[in-house]
């Protein structure tokens, strides 16, 4: 048995959630501080970043890269970026652990160098589906190998230079649109992606903050390859994503007043705000401000009474992360909660319609799976034994769904958690839920 299935979460039934608290840092915004920082000339200090093995693991890929990076050290960073072109041949495989956002943006950027490399990771991740970023890239005159079902590992054989596209996604994918626009910085003209929906443009924002031009003309994000990024400095708000939890967990529990403070409210990232909100949530969003141009606010949520509604098919992309959480939202609302256009939750982590799907029939709640979403009737539910597939955030969501379950929940398979939450079991404990970590 490996490391991952030793960790359980043991959560009483009950409880509520106060106080005021910071979650850690986004983790999408680490991912990239660390990967621009790396090819920008100057030296680039973070503060605020997520010091999970996804983002560690992206951090260190650069350092076998021979990119002189100092810390983690309390979320402070200091990148020596080497330019454009001065990434080394790693000495090994990088080794990217769990992280699809480490593997699919990192093959754009790897696509264009001239050293080989190769891309490998967790059985999850060699799960993946990554034609998605290979065919758009082969069509940049990149070459990449990939298994017969094309899933990782990955190699990457060295190229002169690639070719710019213009390219209609099919699928609504921050990462594959990073993953080209990463490519594209290293072509020779301008390369174009056009998004079928909104996705999180936090690429977009850091490229700029790094002096990086990138023109946005509706649905199409243009960049031209060739130029040069500055180094700046990065201040990482807490992940809206990981705040998911405590929003959900302070809606569902009588009694609850929590503030989450320093909160990433990019407009790209706020469906679970909507969505909540639409069922009813008692949520304020105060004190926005900008950081380093991401928008952040402290988010003030107390219990309410929520009721099912039919999630608009609009605001998917904007909450895709945070549907493990929802769902368990959908769970203890009056009513019947309808998800449908979100066939992707099915490639994440893991299959997060089909694990939701069981771990809620272990509790007692009615939950009909579907190929694009899920219907789930709201009421009393009790607890059990349920199992999170290896997935972090399926076995935060099932930690949370505690506060109101009938009897103890026991969520296993928890160790990737530390993926994106580290101490996520000590600081929902701080708050008011009653969990303990058991090691086996
Ligand atoms: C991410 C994009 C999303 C999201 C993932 C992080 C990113 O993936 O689910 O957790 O940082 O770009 P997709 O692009 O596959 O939707």
Known sequence: MNAVSELSFHVEPGGALTGCIRVPGDKSISHRGIMLGAIADGVTEISGFLEGADSLATLGAFRDMGVGIEGPDAGCVRIDGVGMHGLQTPGADLDLGNSGTSMRLLSGLLAGQRFASTLVGDASLRARPMRRIIEPLARMG??????????APLHI????????????????????????????????????????????????????????????????????????LSACRLDVPGDISSAAFFLVGASIAAGSDLTLEHVGVNPTRIGVLSILRAMGADIQVMNRRDAGGE????????????????????????????????????????????????????????????????????????????????????????????????????????????????????????????????????LAAEIGLAIEEARR
């Open 157 to 228: 054989e060295p190229v002169e230079s690639l070719l710019p596209i213009n390219y209609a996604m099919p699928v609504a994918s921050a990462q594959v649109k990073s993953c080209l626009l990463l490519a594209g910085l290293y072509a020779r003209g301008e390369t174009c992606v056009a998004e079928p929906a909104p996705t999180r443009d936090h690429t977009e924002r850091m490229l700029a903050a790094f002096a990086y031009p990138v023109r946005r003309a509706g649905p199409r994000i243009c960049i031209t390859g060739g130029g040069r």
């Open 295 to 426: 928008p952040v606010a402290d988010l003030r949520v107390r219990a309410a009474d929520l009721k099912g509604i039919r999630i608009p098919q609009d605001q998917v992309p904007l909450a895709i992360d945070e549907f493990p959480a929802l769902f368990i939202a959908a769970a203890c609302a009056r009513g019947e909660t309808l998800l449908t256009g979100a066939q992707e939750l099915r490639v994440k982590e893991s299959d997060r319609i089909q694990v939701m799907a069981d771990g809620l029939a272990v509790l007692g709640v009615e939950a009909d799976p579907r190929a694009d979403g899920i219907r789930i009737r709201g009421g009393a539910f009790g607890g059990g034994p349920v199992d999170s597939g290896g997935d972090h955030r399926i076995a935060m969501a099932f930690a949370v769904a505690g506060l109101r379950a009938g009897a103890p929940i026991e969520v296993r398979n928890c160790a990737n958690v530390g993926t994106s939450f580290p101490g996520f079991a000590a």
């Open 142 to 151: 990149a070459r990449i190998g990939s298994t017969d079902q094309g899933t």
